[in-house]
């Protein structure tokens, strides 16, 4: 399916160029020019454990690493040492997961006070979810006034965030949704993007960006051609053209 992804959108690129008017492309023609297009099993391997590496998943690396032959270009024991940071911000044990990230690589805090501030942030939420409003307080006082007077934006967040101790019911506040894990999964990702900047590594997968590229490149060419296009991405089926 992926290399399909990456058919499709050279051909769709190609096709684009061509067109000068809206112009109907049959299943055959398409499904031709398709197989006309070699993709090395190589580079789809590549993509494969970019994949696998960013997002952590170090049981199927190592397993496609044998199966395929496909060298990761990183120790694959650095990811479950970054996987363990990124759980431990999930579950909400920030005081253990910048324990973790100092562990690796202390100047990854040092020289990103922005992120710093977000795992005090979340640590002060944390506190809040777990009912430990004076232990809030004090934290926040202590920890991140100081850093708000130094910066403007995170001024703003903390006093967005401080508003969490106004409400009783915080579930039903305007900024109840700080509480909520997604909240936690965005501090984990900026995290998880950090460890891998500072080990020289792309923070984002490729094959995120390529079906992003793949919708892309089908509505600029909806406006010039009707042509077998994929609607579902997870199956990566053709649709025949509307006629």
């Known amino acids: 399916m992926m290399s399909l992804f990456w058919i499709v959108i050279r051909q769709l690129e190609e096709i684009e160029a061509m067109a000068a008017s809206k112009k109907v492309i049959t299943r055959a023609e398409w499904e031709k020019k398709l197989n006309d297009v070699k993709i090395r099993k190589e580079d789809m391997n590549r993509l494969v454990m970019n994949f696998l590496v960013t997002e952590g998943y170090v049981d199927a690396a190592e397993k496609f690493q044998m199966e395929s032959g496909t060298d990761p270009g990183i120790d694959l024991a650095t990811i479950t040492d970054r996987m363990a940071v990124k759980k431990a911000v999930q579950c909400g044990n920030v005081e253990d997961a910048i324990e973790k990230v100092n562990d690796l690589n202390p100047e990854i805090l040092d020289t990103n006070p922005q992120l710093f501030f977000h795992l005090q942030q979340q640590r002060f939420i944390e506190l809040i979810r777990n009912g430990k409003v004076e232990e809030a307080l004090e934290f926040a006082q202590e920890e991140l006034a100081p850093r708000g007077e130094e910066n403007q934006s995170f001024l703003e967040e903390l006093e967005r965030t ?3 101790l106004a409400f009783e019911d915080v579930s039903n506040c305007p900024v109840g949704g700080l509480l909520d894990i997604s909240q936690r999964l ?9 460890i891998l ?17 793949l919708l892309w490149a089908q509505n600029q060419l909806d406006e010039r051609a009707a042509y077998p296009r994929i609607k579902d991405l997870s199956t990566a089926m053709l649709e025949d053209p509307a006629i």
């Open 162 to 164: 401080v508003a969490l």
């Open 197 to 213: 900047t500072s080990q020289s590594r792309e923070k984002d997968p490729k094959l995120p960006n390529l079906l992003k590229m």
């Open 186 to 194: 965005k501090t984990a990702s900026e995290v998880n993007a950090a």
